[in-house]
């Protein structure tokens, strides 16, 4: 469960990063939100680009590169494949006794009816969680390509850029959190709802591109108003 709780943690904010940075990019989609409102919101941002370019940029190469090491290979590393291997080689010690085990701060009638639903880990969910990995190996080749030659290292003699979509992506997020809930089901009967973060991220994207456009002008003004101020009152020397 810690090396579960790590990913989790991990994946939640590669997730979130992921939705900041289409958020960034349909605030200024004019098939989204029609001509008028995207061309407003470029303009904000084009006032604001040495915050949002590099934004941009860094939610990009961080949600892509932390997707990557969530699916890496390295033994050295914490990655989905290392957990459920260390399940498989565990699957014997992942009984009832440490489910109560792992659980002992639970009152003792409310631990005994979460026993009575413990399913355990099967070998067969562990073959249907590589099954949906390996459905999956085009796109990680392509990530791992991506992160490797462009992203972590900047390879002089690169392969091909790796044409990785949004579709491809989104899938990759959601086979990590179907791999997740599995676990976690399985082994501690809880599970994590994932949808409201692509809506409460995209919604605090919004806000935050909408506040520089409709109320940044005021606070400038107010500024200017208080400086010019200022300046009476020093001229005439009530102030130093």
């Known amino acids: 469960m810690k090396y579960i709780n790590d990913l989790r943690s991990r994946y939640f904010k590669a997730l979130s990063a992921f939705y900041a940075y289409e958020g960034m990019r349909e605030n200024v989609a004019i098939n989204l939100l ?10 904000t941002m084009g006032r604001y680009k040495d915050f949002f370019v590099p934004a941009q940029e860094a939610l990009r ?11 890496d290979a390295s033994n050295e590393a914490l990655h989905i494949t290392k957990v459920v291997n260390f399940t498989e080689s565990n699957i014997k010690r992942l009984n009832v006794d440490a489910f109560k085990e792992h659980n002992s701060a639970q009152t003792r009638e409310f631990l005994e009816l979460l026993a009575t639903e413990y399913k355990g880990v099967a070998h067969s969910d562990l073959t249907e969680i590589r099954d949906n990995l390996n459905a ?3 796109s990680l080749e392509k990530l791992k390509t991506y992160r490797d030659e462009w992203l972590a290292h900047d390879d002089i003699h690169k392969s091909e850029l790796p044409n990785i979509t ?13 791999i997740l809930n599995s676990l976690t089901g399985k082994l501690n009967s809880e599970s994590t709802m994932w949808d409201h973060v692509e809506r409460d991220v995209k919604h605090h994207t919004k806000l935050v591109i909408e506040y520089l456009r409709r109320f940044e002008p005021y606070r400038i003004k107010e500024i200017h108003a208080e400086a010019e101020e200022r300046l009476k009152r020093y001229q005439a020397g009530e102030i130093a």
């Open 61 to 71: 190469v961080y949600f892509f590169i932390e997707l990557s090491k969530l699916f």
């Open 34 to 43: 029609g001509e008028t409102e995207a061309q407003a919101n470029a303009e």
């Open 166 to 178: 949004g579709e491809e992506i989104r899938a990759l997020f959601e086979v990590l959190a179907k």
């Open 136 to 138: 999956h190996r085009e």
